[in-house]
C-alpha cells in the first residue's frame, strides 16, 4: 500500500467514525505534511482520492471541507426489487461465519489506547439521529475487524456489503438498548470480562430479515449488496491476482518438477480458467517467462518450457514482487486460520461417506505415488470448499484457495523431498480427515482451524528465516487501516 493510500485510509476511518464532522476543514497540506511525516506531493494524492470517493469537498484557495459520502438512508422501490432474496440471506449468512471469529481475534489484539477509537464512536452514537446511529454501530464492529492489520481480511468483509444496510423500522428504545449492549461490550473488554457472558438482542426483525422471504431492510440503491456474483468476485479480486502470480506459479511448478524442459504448458484458456484471471493476464505472464528464456510459444502449436530446475534458480526476481507475494500468502493464511473453523463445520454437513473415501485415496495417491511436494493441506482445503454450499463463502473461498498456492511459487518455501516437518503436516492433516470419517463434525472443525494455524505459524518462521518476512511487513502498514 502506497503512502497516499495508507493517509486516505487514516483519515476515511476519522470521517466515517464521525471524528471528523460534515462540514469540518481539514489541516492545511503543510500541517497534514507534519502530521504523517512525508511530503505535500503525497497529501495531495490522499486529498485527491478522499475527493472522488466522496468524502471531502475542494475548492480553490479554501481548506479541503468533509461532507458525507452519499447516505441513501431512504430506500427506493427500484434498489428494493434488485435485491434477490436468496442471494442476501446468502450473504448474510457467510456475514456471521466470518465477521464473529475476526471481531473476537481484533478484540484480544486491543489495547486500552487503541479502544480510544472505539470509545470516540459510542459517544457520538449517545446523541446521534436513526441513521448515524445504525451506520456508526456497524462501524464500532468493523473497528475490531480492521484491528486485524490484515487488507485481505478487512477487504472481504467489507465485499459483504453488510455495513450498508440500515433497518427498516426503529425507535428510541431499541436504539437505547442496543447502545447500552455496545457499551457493556466495551466495558468488558476493557477490564477483560467474559465476553460470551454478553447478551445481544435479535435485531433481524428490524432489519426484516426472514428465511425464505422478501428481506424488507433499507439498503442504498448503490449498495454493495446488491452486486451479483461476478461483480462481487471482480471486487474482491482487485489487484489480488494479476499476471505475476501466474508467472510466479509456472515458476515455482517449473521448481517443483511438475513441468519439465520440453514439456508444454497448457494453452492461455486453461490457463485462465486454472487461474481464474483473463486472457490479458495470462498473456502478459507468458511473455515475462518468455523474455527470461523460461518458455518458449510456437504459433500454432503451443507454449513449451524451455528450461529445468537448475536453470530456473539462477533467474533473479525483484525482492519487492516476492514480498508482495510473500504478505498476500500471509494474509490468506491468516483469514483461513481464523475462520477455518466455522467454515469447515458448515461444510462438513454436506459431506458424505463415499466423498470423504475419495479424499482419502487422493491424499494416498498423492503422497505415496506421485510425490512432487507436499500438497494434502491444499487437497483437504480443496474438499472443504468443495462442499460450501453458500455462493458467497465459495466465492471468498475460491479466492484464498488460489492464494493459498502462492506458496509453492516463493523461492526456498517448497521442499520437494519429504522431511520431518512436512511429514508431521501430512499426518496432521491425516488426523483430521479420520476424524471427519468417524462421524465427528464439530472435532473435525476444531482439530481443522488447529491444522491451518499451525500452517500459518510455520511460514511465518520460514519466511523470517529466508528474509522475506520483514520485507513483507513494508508492503502496508496494518495500523491505517483502523487508526
Request: hydrophobic letters at 40%; charged letters at 25%; one cysteine or more.
Amino acid at each position: 500500500m502506497a503512502m497516499y493510500e495508507s493517509i486516505f485510509q487514516i483519515i476515511k476511518n476519522r470521517i466515517e467514525s464521525g471524528l471528523l464532522e460534515e462540514g469540518t476543514a481539514l489541516p492545511s497540506r503543510a500541517d497534514l505534511s507534519q502530521e504523517f511525516g512525508t511530503s505535500e506531493k503525497t497529501i495531495r494524492h490522499a486529498l485527491a482520492l478522499l475527493e472522488k470517493n466522496g468524502f471531502i469537498e475542494t475548492e480553490q484557495r479554501k481548506r479541503p471541507v468533509v461532507r458525507r459520502p452519499h447516505d441513501g438512508h431512504r430506500a427506493t422501490l427500484s434498489a428494493l426489487k434488485r435485491i434477490d432474496a436468496g442471494l442476501t440471506s446468502d450473504r448474510i449468512k457467510a456475514g456471521v461465519l466470518l465477521c464473529y471469529p475476526l471481531i473476537k481475534n481484533g478484540i484480544s489484539l486491543c489495547t486500552q489506547r487503541d479502544l480510544e477509537v472505539p470509545r470516540q464512536i459510542l459517544e457520538i452514537m449517545k446523541d446521534a439521529d436513526a441513521f448515524t446511529f445504525w451506520k456508526l454501530s456497524k462501524k464500532f464492529l468493523r473497528f475490531f475487524v480492521a484491528r486485524n492489520e490484515n487488507v485481505l481480511i478487512l477487504r472481504i468483509v467489507d465485499s459483504l456489503g453488510l455495513s450498508d444496510l440500515n433497518p427498516l423500522y426503529d425507535n428510541p428504545q431499541i436504539r437505547t438498548r442496543y447502545w447500552q449492549q455496545l457499551q457493556a461490550l466495551l466495558q468488558a473488554i476493557e477490564i477483560g470480562g467474559d465476553l460470551e457472558a454478553l447478551v445481544f438482542d435479535d435485531l433481524s426483525e428490524i432489519y426484516g430479515v426472514v428465511d425464505g422471504g422478501i428481506p424488507a431492510f433499507r439498503a442504498i440503491s448503490d449498495c454493495p449488496i446488491l452486486p451479483d456474483r461476478t461483480q462481487l468476485e471482480q471486487s474482491l479480486d482487485n489487484n489480488d491476482v494479476q499476471y505475476s502470480a501466474v508467472y510466479m506459479d509456472i515458476l515455482g511448478l517449473i521448481d517443483a518438477g511438475q513441468y519439465r524442459k520440453k514439456d508444454q504448458l497448457p494453452p492461455h484458456k486453461e490457463l485462465q480458467k486454472q487461474y481464474g484471471v483473463s486472457v490479458n493476464t495470462t498473456v502478459r505472464a507468458i511473455q515475462i517467462l518468455q523474455s527470461w528464456g523460461v518458455v518458449k510459444a510456437v504459433r500454432g502449436q503451443g507454449i513449451f518450457v524451455e528450461m529445468d530446475r537448475k536453470e530456473i534458480e539462477a533467474i533473479t526476481i525483484e525482492p519487492r514482487l516476492i514480498a508482495c507475494h510473500v504478505r498476500r500468502y500471509l494474509d490468506t493464511l491468516e483469514c483461513l486460520s481464523l475462520t477455518m473453523e466455522g467454515i469447515a463445520a458448515s461444510a462438513a454437513e454436506a459431506m458424505d461417506e463415499a466423498s470423504i473415501a475419495a479424499l482419502q485415496a487422493e491424499v494416498n495417491r498423492l503422497w505415496t505415488t506421485d510425490y512432487l511436494y507436499e500438497r494434502t493441506p491444499a487437497l483437504l482445503l480443496d474438499f472443504i470448499i468443495s462442499h460450501v454450499h453458500n455462493e458467497t463463502l465459495d466465492l471468498i473461498y475460491s479466492l484464498l484457495q488460489r492464494n493459498f498456492k502462492i506458496g509453492r511459487s516463493l523461492p526456498g518455501l517448497l521442499n520437494t523431498e519429504k522431511n520431518e516437518l512436512n511429514v508431521s503436516v501430512h499426518e496432521q492433516c491425516l488426523e483430521v480427515i479420520e476424524t471427519l470419517a468417524s462421524g465427528d463434525p464439530l472435532a473435525f472443525a476444531e482439530k481443522c482451524a488447529a491444522l491451518f494455524e499451525r500452517i500459518y505459524r510455520l511460514v511465518i518462521e520460514a519466511c523470517r528465516q529466508l528474509g522475506y518476512y520483514e520485507a513483507a511487513a513494508t508492503i502496508y502498514d496494518g495500523r491505517s487501516l483502523w487508526k
